[in-house]
């Protein structure tokens, strides 16, 4: 801002438009030479089962067995271990398993019933459309005025921009601290 338009704009569009172009460029040559070298291989171990086929043998057993997926397999058993840990201590945080009369286990809530209650009341409260919404709001505002401080500014208008992030920065604190109560 201190230089002027004129100045800057060559090297914005060098930068970001042709520098983008190029990033762009280079992955999707890799992409294609990752692919061709795929494609060949793949082609050569078709030809080679063909031709076991046509002698009257058995196939080999390719490396890269789409259903034999060691990785991916690790990869979801972990997923799915960590999801159900996940949902067992949302489920199980706060309650404590009692028998009844009949011997018979029931979870009983930690908290007693009015506090219970309140967080509820709280949960539902931040799980609710318009509350999302305005957080939302509240963080396109805090890009808008990160976006408005600039070089030159008046004084008065860099006291109004602090008062905001510190607004901002507030409500960033409350939401969080509601969420994680």
């Not at 914005?12 to 438009?17: A, G, Q």
């Not at 008046?154 to 109560?181: D, M, N, P």
Request: proline content about 4%.
């Amino acid at each position: 801002d201190a230089t002027g338009m004129l100045r800057v704009f060559p090297y914005f569009s060098l930068v970001v438009i042709f520098g983008g172009f190029y990033v762009l460029q280079l992955f999707t040559s890799v992409m294609i030479i990752t692919l061709g070298h795929c494609t060949t291989w793949m082609d050569a171990q078709e030809a080679q089962a063909l031709e076991r086929k046509a002698r009257g043998l058995p196939p080999v057993a390719s490396p890269f067995d789409l259903h034999d997926d060691k990785v991916g397999n690790f990869v979801n058993w972990v997923a799915t271990g960590i999801g159900q840990c996940v949902c067992e201590a949302r489920t199980q945080v706060g309650y404590r398993l009692e028998q009844n009369e009949d011997g018979a286990h029931v979870r009983r809530s930690v908290l007693p019933p009015p506090l219970l209650s309140a967080t509820r009341c709280l949960q539902r409260f931040l799980e609710h459309d318009w509350f999302q919404r305005v957080v939302l709001g509240v963080i396109c505002l805090n890009t808008v005025t990160m976006a408005a401080d600039h070089h030159g500014a008046t004084e008065e208008f860099r006291r109004v921009v602090s008062w905001l992030e510190l607004g901002f920065t507030s409500a960033f604190i409350a939401e969080f601290t509601l969420k994680h109560v």
